[in-house]
T-cell receptor
Framework: DAKTTQPPSMDCAEGRAANLPCNHS???????VYWYRQIHSQGPQYIIH???NNETNEMASLIITEDRKSSTLILPHATLRDTAVYYC??????????FGTGTSLTVIP | GAVVSQHPSRVICKSGTSVKIECRSL??????MFWYRQFPKKSLMLMAT?????????EQGVEKDKFLINHASLTLSTLTVTSAHPEDSSFYIC??????????FGPGTRLTVT
């Protein structure tokens, strides 16, 4: 079963930062936090992952709280192409993923 | 990121026939591959975990004799839906995991059973 909870939907104005929260209060010490997104009728796309420290790449930033019970994915300048369902997943490296319901992000012009 | 392909992208078959879906990792060796299915407006559901050269591990409620998985090489896994029925119509997605910590997903296969 999924170990994460996310809001079902969010809106964000184009050009603004999109902050997507995720709760994972039962995360284990060796589990990573992964973020993927899925655009309609496509396979999920990897965004970013982290263990303890905050992470940043060309797509997004991942902020993990010190107790690791929650995290936030930040898309710094949302575009219309960022409209998708975003999934937060916790898993040990290389292990299977159990997807939750995700957050449907709509970027508004 | 790494590339995972699936073939076919969509298939229509008659009830009672079998369908094979291929999943390939194109630029890395996948020690583990995973199969998911997704019904409309629902999340991905893990079906099975497949390690190269060994039998797949199926999730509870997934019939191993109906969904045959073969992972014969480090770059290819196949899912065969045997004796397909309309309720098997779904979006089937594979993913592959190599030495890195990410899973890379294929584009999915849309199966319609008539």
């Amino acid at each position: 079963d999924a170990k994460t909870t996310q809001p079902p939907s969010m809106d964000c104005a184009e050009g603004r930062a999109a902050n997507l929260p995720c709760n994972h209060s039962t995360i284990s010490g060796n589990e990573y936090v992964y973020w993927y997104r899925q655009i309609h009728s496509q396979g999920p796309q990897y965004i970013i992952h982290g263990l303890k420290n905050n992470e940043t790449n060309e797509m997004a930033s991942l902020i993990i709280t010190e107790d690791r019970k929650s995290s936030t994915l930040i898309l710094p300048h949302a575009t219309l192409r960022d409209t998708a369902v975003y999934y937060c997943i916790v898993s040990q490296a290389g292990n299977q993923f159990y997807f939750g319901t995700g957050t449907s992000l709509t970027v508004i012009p | 990121g790494a590339v995972v392909s699936q073939h076919p992208s969509r298939v229509i078959c008659k009830s009672g026939t079998s369908v094979k879906i291929e999943c390939r990792s194109l630029d890395f060796q996948a020690t583990t591959m995973f199969w998911y299915r997704q019904f409309p407006k629902k999340s991905l559901m893990l079906m099975a975990t497949s390690n190269e050269g060994s039998k797949a591990t199926y999730e509870q409620g997934v019939e191993k004799d109906k969904f045959l998985i073969n992972h014969a090489s480090l770059t290819l896994s196949t899912l065969t839906v045997t004796s397909a029925h309309p309720e098997d119509s779904s979006f089937y997605i594979c993913s592959a995991s190599g030495r890195s910590y990410e899973q890379y997903f294929g584009p999915g296969t849309r199966l319609t059973v008539t």
